[in-house]
Nanobody, 127 residues
Framework: QVQLVESGGGLVQAGGSLRLSCAAS????????MGWFRQAPGKERDVVAT????????YYVDSVKGRFTISRDNAKNTGYLQMNSLKPEDTAVYYC????????????????????WGQGTQVTVSS
């Protein structure tokens, strides 16, 4: 079992920044790959960024490339999503999740590959 708790969401103006955190417990965090997903109102949940267990090979969806940075600190059992130059279309509930096994963009962008999920944190970007 893995417990994930997201934090750091909130209301921010367009152009602003937020850093989301994902605190993990229950299993060795360093053995798990991690992804961030988001779900906007009325839309499906989509991948935002993913990172391997060692912190290598980060992947980003095109819409956030150059603005968001995924990272992790295995010593602190915590993952992060730094979000800069936020836009109103980034408004969504953001979720972190963990993935086991082979790490690839093909697998990591599919939410069905993930076993454990956090409860989500709301990010609202005003124009």
């Amino acid at each position: 079992q893995v417990q994930l708790v997201e934090s750091g969401g909130g209301l921010v103006q367009a152009g602003g920044s937020l850093r989301l955190s994902c605190a993990a417990s229950g299993r060795t965090f360093s053995s798990l790959h991690m992804g961030w997903f988001r779900q906007a109102p009325g839309k499906e949940r989509d991948v935002v960024a993913t990172i391997s267990q060692s912190g290598s090979g980060p992947y980003y969806v095109d819409s956030v490339k150059g603005r968001f940075t995924i990272s992790r600190d295995n010593a602190k059992n915590t993952g992060y999503l730094q979000m800069n130059s936020l836009k109103p279309e980034d408004t969504a509930v953001y979720y972190c999740a963990t993935l086991e096994g082979i790490y690839s963009w093909f697998r990591s962008r599919d939410e069905n590959s993930y076993k454990y999920w956090g409860q989500g944190t709301q990010v609202t970007v005003s124009s």
